[in-house]
């Protein structure tokens, strides 16, 4: 898709991205994402062989999923049909940027492996809101706020026991994908290391239980911290992914272009874990990442993905795209960006 | 034109109509067409079949119909000791002797009440919490009828609390806050859940509910 900004690639993209995944990497609020004097917006596809998907969001708040025609229960049972791996210029700064970006970048690869997924972080970050909430309410006694607390460490001890195990797990899997990109994106001089750091002290054997019990005693003792601090010091949220090459972090030591292959082999690997574990090359979404990149790794990128995987390219010229590459895309411009565009 | 163009002509216009209400419509119509679609769990252009629908009727049916809304608004109120809908001071539940066995069966509001006796499992009696607590929309247990539980687990031998409350954050915090307060008085169970995390009680099947309900463990 090639055009000037403004009209509506990225807007397409994102519609691609919400209904594979239910989520938009730009923005987390529907009512964002709905034309602003409009009560609702609709995204429909069909996919593979005719099956058809729809996503209805609305202003109002709620969403509603079907599936050829039928409305479904639960929209998470319209992940599936649809795989597909975002890939925009916000992923560049995975490396230097917020611990936060390298937890979103995991969590939708547990996503895409484990929809249920979405229900653990839905009710960790409700339990955390409702939680910050009650520390704000004055008219509640000491006695009643410690028993509410209760209940709540109850709960976030189970959720965030199944979040570091889910993390935890991906990231096993993920390492040695990143680790053979590291090798092949740099010519193999430094080592690299993925750890995960987790938010809570996980002691004991690797199992639920004792997981869970001991997250559950750490959220009693920080509580006097949390009360002074105003957030919750234990839990998921507080995890980080460390990147170590050569074993120093690859946030403050790597150079510019190290971190720019890094973030590359990331990505790579994220496409290529879901690619092995669903059993089909998930659709890739390129918005606007080619430009932000050098030639070479424009290069190597377009080769890793260009022969096996489906992808939605968008970029404001065509220059850089290999000529190979050209003549096998179905290439797009303003006037053909419509509603009732076909890809494919 | 095929019939996705065409549908997509359809919402496009139905989302017009719903942004800016109702031109074209002749006001007493857009006013009624505006009430409904205030309801919860009705869009635009339900909210135009229901009113498009009412105008046909005849004017006796549409005087039944109003006067049925304003009697329930005015007659209903709780009753005084299960806080259940109630046109009477005490509701037909709490008033049968046969369902004084000693079980209180606790529902966050009516409509999960309604839910549950229509499995007809139940045999106990009631009560009804009035929400469930959320410090984010400023519910505390203070706001709950919890001290009338209390009193009412006192006063009248209750020797089993069941605990029905949906599944959501909320709802496991209101059972397990009422867990431990309960538990110095009584058996406390919560009924355990066929349903899949995040769904709601009212919206259960009833064999589901019935499950639920036989399936019930200690808190
Ligand atoms: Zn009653």
Redesign the interface.
């Known amino acids: 898709m090639i055009g000037p900004n403004g009209i509506g690639k990225s807007n397409l993209l994102e519609a691609v991205e919400l209904l594979g995944s239910l989520r938009s990497h730009r923005c987390s609020n529907d009512r964002d994402l709905i034309q602003w004097d409009t009560p609702q917006a609709l995204i429909r596809a069909e996919v593979g062989d005719g099956d058809r998907l729809e996503l209805e969001l609305r202003r109002q708040g709620g969403r509603q999923a079907r599936r050829n025609g039928k409305l479904l229960d639960r929209q998470l049972d319209l992940i599936g049909p649809l795989r597909c791996i975002g890939f925009s210029a916000l992923d560049l700064d995975l490396v230097r940027g917020e611990p936060a970006l390298r937890r979103q970048w995991l969590d939708r690869v547990v996503l895409q492996l484990e929809p249920v997924y979405a229900d653990l972080m839905a009710r960790l970050n409700r339990l955390l809101r409702q939680r910050s909430q009650l520390w704000r309410q004055r008219q509640i006694s000491s006695a009643e706020r410690h028993a509410l607390l209760d209940a709540f460490d109850v709960q976030m001890a189970l959720v965030s026991t199944r979040i570091h195990r889910r993390r935890q797990r991906a990231l096993h899997r993920l390492e040695p994908i990143a680790q053979s990109w590291q090798t092949h994106l740099s010519g193999g001089t430094e080592a690299l290391e993925l750890h995960y750091k987790p938010g809570s002290r996980l002691d004991g054997e690797d199992a639920e239980e004792p997981w869970r019990l001991a997250i559950e005693e750490q959220l009693r003792e920080q509580r006097e911290e949390e009360e002074r601090l105003g957030s919750c010091r234990v839990g998921p949220h507080r995890d980080e992914i460390a990147l170590l090459l050569g074993g120093s972090p690859a946030r403050r030591f790597g150079s510019a272009g190290q971190q720019r292959s890094l973030v590359l082999g990331l990505k790579l690997a994220e496409l290529e874990l879901v690619t092995q574990l669903c059993g089909e090359p998930p659709m890739l979404l390129l918005d606007d990442v080619l430009a932000e990149l050098d030639p070479t790794r424009q290069q190597l990128l377009l080769e890793a993905v260009g022969e096996s995987h489906q992808c939605l390219v968008s970029a404001t010229h065509l220059e850089g795209f290999g000529g190979g590459w050209q003549q096998q895309a179905q290439i797009l411009g303003a006037r053909e960006l419509r509603p009732d565009l076909q890809i494919g | 034109m095929n019939s996705?163009?065409a549908d997509?002509l359809r919402?496009s216009y139905i989302?017009?109509i719903?942004?800016?209400p109702l031109s074209g419509f002749t006001k007493p119509l857009a006013r009624l067409i505006d009430q409904f679609e205030r309801l919860p769990g009705i869009g635009?252009r339900t909210a135009q079949r229901l009113a498009l629908h009412l105008l046909n009727q005849p004017e006796e049916q549409i005087h039944q119909f109003a006067d049925a809304l304003l009697a329930a608004r005015t007659q209903v109120g709780q009753c005084q000791t299960c806080f259940h809908l109630s046109a009477d001071p005490e509701c037909e539940i709490c008033r049968n002797p046969e369902r004084r066995n000693g079980v209180i069966c606790v529902v966050a509001d009516s409509r999960d009440l309604l839910a549950l006796e229509r499995t007809r499992e139940f045999q106990g009696r009631y009560h009804v919490l009035g929400g469930l607590?959320?410090?984010?929309d400023?519910v505390?247990?203070?706001l709950l009828h919890v001290t009338e539980l209390v009193q009412r687990i006192t006063n009248e031998e209750i020797s089993e609390v069941i605990l029905a409350l949906t599944p959501s954050?909320?709802g496991?915090?209101?059972s397990?806050?009422l867990g431990?307060?309960l538990k110095p008085f009584c058996s406390v169970s919560r009924i355990a859940y066929g349903l899949?995390?995040?769904?709601e009680l009212e919206y259960a099947d009833e064999v589901t509910l019935s499950r639920a309900l036989e399936g019930r463990r200690p808190v």
């Open positions: 996705v163009a997509d919402n989302s017009r719903g942004g800016r635009p607590i959320s410090p984010m400023g505390g247990p203070e954050v909320e496991d915090t209101t397990l806050y431990r307060l899949p995390m995040g769904s």
